[in-house]
């Protein structure tokens, strides 16, 4: 298994942009995680789905953020309009019951 | 309410000294804990869970559930060590993890 895939890896855009962040979870795995990673706050758990449903979107700083899982194999991270306080990295995880999580090599995104 | 205390930012120690790194959790139930580890600029990787009792290149943590306490311990830090550290908690299986804010290991020669 190729582990968690995220894409880009890197993304540059200009503040007012739509972004579309992108995950491909291991397969079999229940349960995926949008993280935010900054150096002022650490790790933030964005939202969470369970078998493709949202469980808990709390940690969705606002409305300009959103998530879907149209399937159990894809998820993706937008937001619009992008904003400079966005940049960070952000992380997409899976998991299954009783398992600790798999993270991907998140994607680094600066808006200028 | 749930909650992943890392007393310390930042911890500093010179190669082959012991290292113990701090988590304090709150949970009125039964936790599942885990330590996972970040390498400059790389993904999180997990390291240790607290119910496998394993050793992971030299690290080891024991739950206290009397402190709540999951420290995690090595006798001789090496220099590949220094990475982030975070200690997570997980309230019921598979449901999400709650990181503590991490901790900075450095290792100096």
């Known amino acids: 298994d190729a582990g968690v895939i995220q894409s880009p890896r890197h993304e540059v855009t200009e503040m007012g942009q739509e972004v579309t962040l992108r995950c491909k979870p291991i397969s079999g795995h229940d349960y995926l995680f949008w993280y935010r990673q900054t ?3 650490g790790l933030e758990l964005l939202i969470y789905f369970n078998n493709n449903v949202p469980i808990d979107d709390s940690g969705m700083p606002e409305d300009r953020f959103s998530a879907k899982m149209p399937n159990a194999s894809f998820s993706t991270l937008k ?3 992008s904003e400079p306080r966005d ?3 952000y992380f997409c995880a899976s998991s299954m019951p009783y398992y600790g999580y798999t993270f991907g090599s998140g994607t680094r995104l600066t808006v200028v | 309410a749930q909650r992943v205390t890392q007393p310390e930012k ?3 120690v010179f190669k082959g000294a012991p290292v113990e790194l701090k988590c304090n959790y709150s949970y009125s139930g039964s936790p599942e804990l885990f330590w996972y580890v970040q390498y400059s600029r790389q993904r ?4 240790l869970r607290h119910i496998s009792r394993e050793s992971i290149k030299g690290f080891t943590a024991d739950l206290n559930k009397g402190e709540t306490s999951f420290h995690l311990k090595k006798p001789f830090a090496q220099e590949e060590d220094s990475a982030m550290y975070y200690c997570a908690l997980r309230n019921n ?3 999400k993890l709650i990181f503590g804010q991490g901790t900075e290991l450095s290792v100096k020669p």
């Open chain 1, 39 to 41: 150096m002022m706050r």
């Open chain 1, 79 to 81: 937001i619009q309009p």
């Open chain 1, 87 to 89: 940049s960070a990295v």
């Open chain 2, 10 to 12: 930042l911890l500093s």
């Open chain 2, 44 to 47: 999180l990787q997990l390291l």
């Open chain 2, 93 to 95: 299986q598979g449901g």
